[in-house]
C-alpha cells in the first residue's frame, strides 16, 4: 500500500512538474521582448555610398565585423526566395520551431547515431545570435524557446529581415545587405538571383564555401540553393539555368575605399553632422562624373608637369539642389611624395582673383554700370603696412578702363579702386555674406587687398559662393550627403551648414553674371582662344596668388557650378603658369563633363536690361567724334546720360591729367595736357611723388618691382637728366618715363636739364 502511494506521488509530481514546465515555458514565450534585444550597433559597421548606392568605403564595427541593414527594411524579393529556400522551407507556417525538421533530424541522427542533420529554423538561428547559448541539448532547447517567443511577439517579415540583417556571411561580415556590397560591390535589392543563391549557401557554412578562398564550394552551394528554389516554385528550370551561367561579377576582396577625401572628411565630421551614430550614409556623389573628372585630372597635370604643376583639386555641384555630384581632393590620394592625402577642396589658401566678382558685384548694386570708367594707372594706397601699389598680371596700365573690361580681363588696378571706393569694411561683410567663413580677420587686417585674395579660403567656400553668383545673389547650403540611416534601418536628420540667404541683389548679380560670360570683354587679357571659351555660355574666372604659387578657375552655368585648384601642396611655386594657363584647360575640361548630357539654358535674359551706344574709351555715350562706338547693357534707368567729350573735332583726346602718363606711353595726341608743360607749369615729378612707399615683396622676381618714373618736362625741353643718390645719370627723352631698380632704403632723386646749375626738382621716397 505505501509503495502504491509512493509511485502514485510519483506521477503526480512529475505531472506537476510538466505542468509547470509547461506554464513557464508558456510565460517565458508570452514575457514581451527585452527593449535591447534587437539593437544592431555593436553589430553595424559604417558604409558610406555614392548617389546608386555602390559602396565608396566601410568603416567596421565595434566587433571588427561589416554589417549594415536593409535599406528601409525591405527585403529584395530574390533574397527571400534564396534564403527561405536554403534555410527554412516551412517558415511561413510554422510557430518558429518546425516539428516536421526536427522529426527527421532526430530520425537521421538516431540512425547514423551521432548528429548528422540539424532543424534549426530561421528564427532559431536569429535566436543563436541574439542569445548566444553553448552547443548541447539543453542549449538547443532553450534556443527553440526563444524562437518561439520571438515569432510570438514579431510579424514574420520582422523575423526575417531582423535574420537577414544579422545572418553571419564571412570575411568579418554579418548581413546580406553588408555581404552584397561586400561580395558584389552593390546593394543586396540589385542582386541577381545567382548572387542571392550564392549568398545563401554560405549561412550554414561561411568559411567552407568563401567566395574568395573555396570558390568552387561556393559554386557548389549556389547551384544547390538554385536547385531549392525550382523545388519551391521560386524559379523555373529555365530561370535557374540562365542564373547558373550568367557571371557574378564578385569584386576583388580589398577593402573598398573610393572618392577618399570626401569620405574622410565626412568620417572626421560625424559628431559635428549628428551622424556618428549612422550605419549607412549615401553620399551625393554621381559615380560616372567622379570617375570622368579623377581621370581629366591626372590627364591634364600630366601636361602640366614641366611647368611644376604638381597637383589639382576640383569640386562640380548641381545648382538646383546643391549637391556635390565630384569631389578631387588630389590626384593620388595615397601618394605620399606629393602629400596626396591633403585635400585641395577644403585646404585654406589665397584665391587671388577669383574673389573681384563679388566685388564688383556690390558695386553694381551701388551705382557702377558696366560702362564706369576706372582708372587704370599706378596708385599708391596707404595701407597699415604703408603704401601699396598693385600691379596688372601684364604689368601694364591700360588708362580708362570700363567696368566690364576691367573685371573680364582681371585687371588689378581697378579692382583695387573699386574696393577703395566701396571700402574693404563693405567687400568684407559681402564675401562673409556670400559664404566665405574662414575670411576671420578684420578688415584692416586684409585691406583693399581683399579684392585680390589675400586672405585664405577653400575651395569648397569658392564654389558654394559662385553657386550663389548661378542662383541670383542666395547662397546656400552644399548638399554632401543624401541619406543617411542608423543601425535600426531609420533615417536620421541631416543638419545644413547653414541658411539659405541673399547677398547680393538679382539683378546686379545678373548683370555680373553678363560681364563673367563676356568672350570678346575676356579676349584683350587673354585672347579669343582662351580656356575658358566652351560651346556653352559660362560666367567663369580665374584667379592666381602672390608667387604663382596657386592657379584658381570658378564658374557656372544654369545648371552646373565647378570649381578647380592647380598648385603644390608643399608651396612650391610654379613656373610661368597664371589662372588661365594652369586651373584654366582643367577647369574648362571639368566643366565640359559636367555639362554632358544636359542642354544649357541661357545664362542671363537681356530683355531685363536696357542698352545704349557708348564711346568704349570714355563709357560715354558716343558722340560725333567718338571713332567707334558699342552697344552696352544696363540696369534700367542707369545708362549714361552724357556725351563723350574725350575725343575732339580735330581728332586729339583729352583725356585729363589722370591719364596724362598712360596717353604719353601708349602715344596718343592729346591737346588738353601733354608730357611737355605749358605755360604756368611747372616741371617736377609726377611719380615718385615726394614721401612715397614702396614695398619689396620677397615672393615676386626682381624685374617685376621697380620704381616708376615719371616727369612734367619744362615747356619745349628734348632732353632731361635724372640723377641718383648713388651716382648714377640717366638721359630721359619724350616722354620722359622710365623705371629705377627698387634698392631698398630712403632715396633721393634729383631732375636737370642740360647743362643747368641746379636742379629743376627734388623728389625724396622709401623703398622697403
Request: aromatic fraction near 6%; charged fraction near 25%; include cysteine.
Amino acid at each position: 500500500m505505501r509503495r502504491r502511494l509512493t509511485l502514485r506521488g510519483t506521477v503526480r509530481a512529475v505531472a506537476v512538474l510538466a505542468a509547470l514546465l509547461v506554464v513557464g515555458c508558456a510565460g517565458f514565450i508570452a514575457w514581451p521582448l527585452p527593449g535591447t534585444l534587437l539593437s544592431r550597433e555593436a553589430l553595424s559597421s559604417l558604409v558610406l555610398t555614392d548617389r546608386t548606392g555602390h559602396a565608396l568605403r566601410e568603416v567596421l564595427s565595434r566587433e571588427d565585423g561589416r554589417s549594415v541593414g536593409l535599406p528601409e527594411g525591405r527585403i529584395p524579393p530574390k533574397v527571400r526566395q534564396a534564403f527561405i529556400a536554403a534555410e527554412d522551407q516551412r517558415f511561413p507556417w510554422h510557430p518558429g520551431v518546425d516539428v516536421v525538421a526536427v522529426a527527421r533530424a532526430a530520425r537521421d541522427n538516431v540512425s547514423a547515431g551521432r548528429i548528422v542533420s540539424g532543424a534549426s529554423t530561421i528564427p532559431q538561428q536569429l535566436a543563436r545570435r541574439l542569445v548566444p547559448r553553448e552547443r548541447s541539448w539543453w542549449g538547443k532547447a532553450g534556443e527553440a524557446l526563444w524562437a518561439l517567443r520571438l515569432t510570438a511577439h514579431l510579424s514574420k517579415e520582422r523575423v526575417l529581415l531582423e535574420y537577414l540583417d544579422r545572418v553571419p556571411l564571412g570575411n568579418s561580415t554579418f548581413g546580406v545587405e553588408a555581404a552584397a556590397r561586400r561580395y558584389f560591390g552593390r546593394p543586396a535589392e540589385r542582386l541577381s538571383a545567382g548572387q542571392a543563391a550564392l549568398l545563401a549557401g554560405m549561412a550554414r557554412s561561411p568559411a567552407r564555401r568563401d567566395p574568395y578562398r573555396r570558390p568552387e564550394m561556393a559554386l557548389v552551394g549556389m547551384r544547390d540553393v538554385l536547385s531549392r528554389m525550382v523545388e519551391e516554385g521560386f524559379l523555373t528550370k529555365e530561370e535557374a539555368k540562365a542564373a547558373e551561367e550568367t557571371p557574378l561579377d564578385l569584386v576583388p576582396p580589398e577593402r573598398v575605399f573610393e572618392v577618399p577625401h570626401l569620405t574622410t572628411a565626412l568620417l572626421q565630421r560625424l559628431p559635428e553632422l549628428g551622424l556618428d551614430r549612422a550605419s549607412r550614409i549615401e553620399t551625393t556623389i554621381d559615380p560616372a562624373l567622379q570617375a570622368a573628372v579623377e581621370k581629366a585630372i591626372t590627364e591634364e597635370l600630366r601636361g602640366l608637369a614641366h611647368r611644376r604643376v604638381g597637383e589639382a583639386a576640383a569640386i562640380v555641384i548641381d545648382n538646383a539642389s546643391g549637391e556635390v555630384l565630384a569631389y578631387v581632393g588630389s590626384s593620388d590620394f595615397l601618394d605620399e611624395e606629393k602629400g596626396g592625402q591633403n585635400d585641395g577642396v577644403r585646404s585654406l589658401r589665397q584665391p587671388g582673383s577669383a574673389l573681384k566678382p563679388f566685388a564688383y558685384g556690390l558695386a553694381l548694386s551701388k551705382g557702377f554700370t558696366p560702362s564706369s570708367v576706372l582708372a587704370d594707372v599706378e596708385v599708391h594706397l596707404a595701407t597699415p603696412g604703408g603704401a601699396y601699389v598693385p600691379k596688372n598680371y601684364d604689368r601694364r596700365v591700360h588708362g580708362p578702363v570700363r567696368l566690364r573690361a576691367a573685371l573680364a580681363s582681371s585687371y588689378n588696378i581697378p579692382a583695387v579702386r573699386v574696393a577703395d571706393a566701396l571700402g574693404p569694411e563693405q567687400v568684407l561683410r559681402v564675401l562673409r555674406e556670400a559664404g566665405f567663413q574662414s575670411l576671420t580677420e578684420s578688415a584692416s587686417h586684409y585691406g583693399v587687398g581683399i579684392v585680390l585674395g589675400n586672405g585664405d579660403v577653400t575651395l569648397r567656400e569658392l564654389a558654394r559662393a559662385y553657386r550663389g553668383l548661378a542662383r541670383g545673389g542666395v547662397v546656400g547650403p552644399l548638399r554632401e550627403v543624401r541619406a543617411a540611416f542608423g543601425p535600426d534601418g531609420r533615417p536620421l536628420r541631416i543638419p545644413q551648414e547653414l541658411e539659405e540667404h541673399r547677398f547680393l541683389a538679382a539683378r546686379p548679380v545678373e548683370l555680373l553674371t553678363d560681364v563673367l560670360a563676356d568672350e570678346a570683354a575676356r579676349a584683350p587679357a587673354f585672347g579669343l582662344d582662351n580656356a575658358l571659351r566652351l560651346p556653352f555660355r559660362v560666367a567663369a574666372k580665374t584667379g592666381t596668388s602672390r608667387a604663382h604659387v596657386d592657379n584658381w578657375a570658378a564658374g557656372f552655368t544654369r545648371e552646373r557650378t565647378v570649381a578647380v585648384w592647380v598648385g603644390n601642396f608643399d608651396g612650391t611655386p610654379m613656373r610661368g603658369v597664371s589662372g588661365i594657363t594652369g586651373a584654366g584647360p582643367v577647369f574648362a575640361r571639368v566643366m565640359a563633363l559636367a555639362m554632358k548630357g544636359l542642354r544649357a539654358a541661357p545664362l542671363v535674359d537681356r530683355g531685363h536690361f536696357e542698352s545704349a551706344e557708348i564711346c568704349p574709351l570714355s563709357g560715354d555715350r558716343a558722340g560725333p567724334n567718338c571713332p567707334g562706338a558699342m552697344k552696352e547693357v544696363y540696369l534700367p534707368g542707369t545708362a549714361p546720360r552724357h556725351t563723350c567729350t574725350m575725343h575732339r573735332g580735330d581728332g586729339s583726346l583729352d583725356v585729363g591729367p589722370a591719364y596724362l602718363a598712360w596717353a604719353q606711353a601708349e602715344g596718343l595726341a592729346s591737346t588738353s595736357v601733354s608730357a611737355e608743360g605749358g605755360p604756368g607749369m611747372q616741371p617736377g615729378f609726377i611719380l615718385p611723388a615726394n614721401g612715397d612707399e614702396f614695398l619689396v615683396e620677397p615672393e615676386l622676381p626682381e624685374s617685376a618691382q621697380a620704381v616708376p618714373v615719371r616727369v612734367m618736362a619744362p615747356q619745349g625741353a628734348k632732353l632731361l637728366e635724372l640723377r641718383t643718390d648713388d651716382g648714377r645719370r640717366i638721359e630721359l627723352r619724350p616722354p620722359f618715363v622710365t623705371r629705377l631698380p627698387a634698392v631698398a632704403g630712403e632715396r633721393r632723386l634729383e631732375l636737370w636739364a642740360p647743362g643747368g646749375s641746379e636742379p629743376l626738382a627734388v623728389t625724396r621716397f622709401r623703398v622697403r
